[in-house]
Structure formats: C-alpha cells, structure tokens
C-alpha cells in the first residue's frame, strides 16, 4: 500500500469516469493546481473515453478499479481476477491513447492475497486510502466536508465521481480541498511502485 511523507496528502476519486461530475472535478482541480488519482471502472470507461483522455490532459494519475467494481472479485479464481484486471487495463489504454494505469484499487477496499498477487503481477501498485468520508452514502456536505478537512499528513482521501448523484461530495470538496491547502497540506500523487 502507498503513503505519501511529509506534508503531503493525496487525493483519490473512485468509481467513474462520469459524464455528469468528472468534468466538473477535473475544472476544480485545475484552478487548485491538484493532482489526483482517478480509479476507473473499465465498463464506465468503455462508455465515456473521452473524459479518460481529459483526466490524462490534466496531470492526473489512473487507476484500474476492475471492470464492473465487483465487490467480490478478490474470491473469485486466479484466471478470473487476472482477466478481470488486464481487460479493464487494456480498455483504460484504448481510452487514454496509451496511457497505463499505474495502480489497482479493489472495488470496496475487499482485498485479498490473490487480488494483491494479481494486480502486482501485471505491474500495478495496490491503493489503499485512509480518509473516508463515506460520500457515497450521501450523507451531507457538512459531514463529507469534516471529514475530509481532517486528513493529516500522509492520508489518502478517498471520494467519488461516478456510481450515483455526488452532488453533495463535489460540494465538499470546493470546501473542503482550499481548507486543507491553506493548513500547508500539499497534493501529491502516490508514488507507484
Ligand atoms: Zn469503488
């Protein structure tokens, strides 16, 4: 699992690309100067690879987040997960123009040892994360906003652009990102392995 040292603090946007909110995180970030991590799902990319060219566009690191974020993956059979994680890779390049995912992420965080084994077979880093507001479950902009504003150094904070209405997480972190900034809190991306 990555960290980030020091002052540095990473940010994670799961579950997209969506036509809906991707591009309006990716205007946010841009006028923050923050680079981000986003953790694709290769049958939502299969539908929108134009806004995995724009996420590339803007400095932003990819992540392979399987193909359909089955939860269950990691239980499933070696040839399963293997399949499961190269096609999704390979249809994250198709989109980005060549441009590899550099890290995995298991839908959920349900990791397992053959889903580690697996995705650092192919060459990918796993990604954890350690912040959690729990935006999917939409549960207000105070909350997401809270949580988020008490990353410390080192944390990854993990959020979402795709899956669902993140109106409420987009809210928060117009909130939220500035707030931690000027606590002298830098946006870095993990490094990959
Ligand atoms: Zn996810």
């Not at 992540?63 to 059979?77: F, I, P, W």
């Not at 997960?81 to 965080?109: C, E, L």
């Amino acid at each position: 699992m990555r960290t980030v040292g020091g002052k540095n603090i990473a940010l994670t946007i799961d579950d997209g690309p969506s036509p809906t909110y991707t591009p309006e995180y990716l205007r946010l970030l841009a006028k923050l100067h923050i680079k981000a991590v986003f953790c694709l799902i290769g049958e939502n990319v299969q539908r929108y690879p134009n806004l995995v060219k724009q996420i590339v566009a803007g400095g932003h690191l990819l992540c392979n987040h399987t193909m359909h974020h089955d939860e269950h993956l990691g239980t499933k059979s070696t040839s399963t997960i293997h399949q499961d994680i190269t096609a999704t890779t390979a249809v994250i390049m198709k989109a980005s123009g060549g441009v590899r995912p550099v890290f995995f992420r298991a839908p959920g965080g349900n990791w397992t040892s053959r889903l580690l084994a697996e995705s650092r077979k192919v060459g990918l880093t796993p990604l954890d994360w350690s912040v959690d507001p729990r935006d999917w479950s939409r549960p207000g902009v105070a909350h997401i906003t809270t949580v988020i504003k008490n990353a410390k150094p080192g944390s990854i904070i993990l959020c979402h652009d795709g899956g669902g209405n993140r109106t409420q997480t987009y809210a928060a972190l117009q909130k939220a990102l500035p707030a931690l900034k000027s606590r002298g809190l830098t946006f870095v991306t993990p490094r990959p392995e």
